[in-house]
């Protein structure tokens, strides 16, 4: 008789990589490391270009991170998760965006911008 949970265990477990996508993974994330490190100590770069570069670099480690480790892609197994992280993604930059306009538009309106420290002791 056939049981109907070891296909589907078998199918869950095969969108997990294999251990040369680990190593493949892994190999790429320490190059990027050692670039970020490299474009940093180096000092070839110009000041302005070196934010830039491991900025770049920075996301580049984030999608090998999410592509080889996490197994985030576009394959039918995995599409819900990658939609769930995006989601998540688009929510807490609304988050944070909100964050920095609610603080910024507090300081600029509550903050009396020509009026000095005794000035203001005087008025108390």
């Known amino acids: 008789m ?11 477990s095969a969108s997990h990589g294999s251990l040369k996508g680990y ?16 474009a940093v100590m180096s000092g070839r770069l ?27 892609g576009t394959s039918r197994d995995q599409r819900e998760n990658t939609a769930i992280l995006f989601c998540c993604g688009l929510l807490l930059a609304i988050i944070v965006a909100g ?16 009026m000095t420290v005794d000035r203001a002791k005087v008025r108390d």
């Open 2 to 12: 056939s049981n109907p949970n070891l296909h589907a265990v078998g199918a869950a």
């Open 23 to 38: 190593l493949s993974g892994f190999v790429l994330s320490l190059v990027l490391t050692f670039a970020s490190f490299g």
């Open 46 to 72: 110009p000041p302005g270009k070196v934010l830039v570069g491991i900025v770049v670099l920075c996301v580049a480690q984030l999608i090998v991170q999410l592509v080889f480790f996490l197994h985030l």
């Open 99 to 114: 964050s920095l306009w609610v603080m910024h538009n507090a300081n600029e309106n509550m903050m009396p911008t020509n």
